[in-house]
């Protein structure tokens, strides 16, 4: 949703710099959480319905396959009534009925994909694309030559900010943290990551002796995330602060911290290198796949380090203290973060999307 509504900023600004004033529309999942946040952006947003397939019993399959159908009808009726020049999408499974529908009606696509490699949705959808945007370049080899075109991830524009020691220092006042002392953010997604909530809160004192931590739990787990602060010591817990979630703040929590543990979701290929965010990465080990790539990526890379998901008690604690200790060795990780990064990924996807706009008029 993020690098969505990053390529929306940039594509509005390249409009406006040629006297066009661009009429966009996001089509979303009922049920989805980007409805606010689409809302809170300014944009239109109409609501379809759609669900996944994968690992379904044979009953939810069925559930599944009639939303898409439900979902493919009324986007050729939102398709019918707005009447696109070009349709962005980037992956998931809202994104089939929509791609299907605008390809029956002769509408131009773009796909972006986010991750590393792309998942099922994205694999079949390809089919009916004039152009993908991918992350990186070795991503390319998943597609056949000539479709893709490497933009970066597109991130929030306040992540690409200099000099780097300033932006750390006013972040870490907006959140009325230390400045004196290291920084571990913990970030497990809207819903939060319970075995990484789970692994932090039952040793967090240990954390809390080297370093102070902000704590993103999930609106899930925060009510005993919040308890589990409270039993610690007030020393302690004035390095402890705990959030269900944060939106615009979100950035700030970025720039601050020193280290991140989380998931490797789409986001870390992208908002980590653009803050030039060391990260200890704990895949999902249920999400295809895709999570398992894009930490290997950055891993590979020298910008993290990843961790099953079943040897977070063993070693999670252990390895976050060591490197929040180890200063050198974050600065090396920290380079190799920010090597990685695009910052003018958000402007080349608007680009691409003039330009698949162009060839299909």
Not at 104 to 120: C, K, N
Request: aromatic residues 6%.
């Amino acid at each position: 949703m993020y690098p969505a509504l990053a390529v929306v900023q940039s594509l509005t600004r390249l409009c406006a710099e040629a006297g066009v004033q661009p009429d966009i529309l996001w089509i979303g999942s009922v049920g989805g959480m980007e409805e606010a946040l689409v809302k809170r952006a300014g944009l239109k947003i109409e609501l379809i319905s759609a669900a996944g397939l994968r690992g379904k019993n044979p009953v939810a399959a069925l559930k599944g396959l009639l939303a898409l159908s439900r979902g493919y009808g009324q986007s050729k009726r939102l398709i019918q009534q707005f009447q696109p020049d070009v349709l962005f999408i980037t992956g998931g499974y809202v994104g089939v009925p929509v791609t299907l529908a605008a390809k029956q009606m002769s509408v131009p696509i773009i796909i972006y994909l986010p991750d590393f490699e792309p998942g099922l949705a994205v694999k079949f959808l390809v089919r009916f694309a004039d152009k993908v945007a991918v992350t990186t370049e070795e991503t390319r080899r998943f597609f056949k030559p000539g479709l893709t075109v490497v933009t970066g991830y597109p991130v929030r524009p306040e992540l690409c900010v200099e000099p780097v020691n300033d932006n750390k220092a006013t972040a870490r006042l907006k959140l009325d943290l230390l400045e004196s002392l290291p920084t571990l953010l913990v970030f497990g997604g809207s819903r939060g990551a319970r075995s990484i909530n789970q692994a932090v809160a039952s040793q967090i004192e240990g954390y809390l002796d080297v370093c102070q931590v902000v704590h993103i739990s999930g609106m899930l787990d925060t009510e005993w995330v919040q308890a589990r602060r409270a039993e610690l010591p007030p020393r302690l817990q004035a390095r402890y602060h705990v959030f269900a979630y944060l939106h615009e703040e979100m950035t700030s929590a970025l720039l601050a911290a020193d280290l991140v543990i989380s998931r490797a979701g789409a986001g870390v290929m992208g908002e980590y290198p653009a803050a030039g965010l060391p990260s200890i990465l704990v895949p999902l080990p249920i999400a295809g796949g895709h999570q398992w790539q894009n930490a290997a990526y950055l891993t590979r890379h020298g910008a993290a380090v990843s961790i099953d998901n079943a040897n977070l008690n063993r070693d999670l604690q252990k390895t976050a203290t060591n490197l929040i200790k180890d200063a050198e060795k974050l600065q090396a990780m920290r380079k190799a973060a920010q090597r990685l990064a695009k910052p003018d990924a958000a402007n080349r996807l608007a680009q691409a999307i003039l330009e698949v706009k162009s060839n299909g008029n």
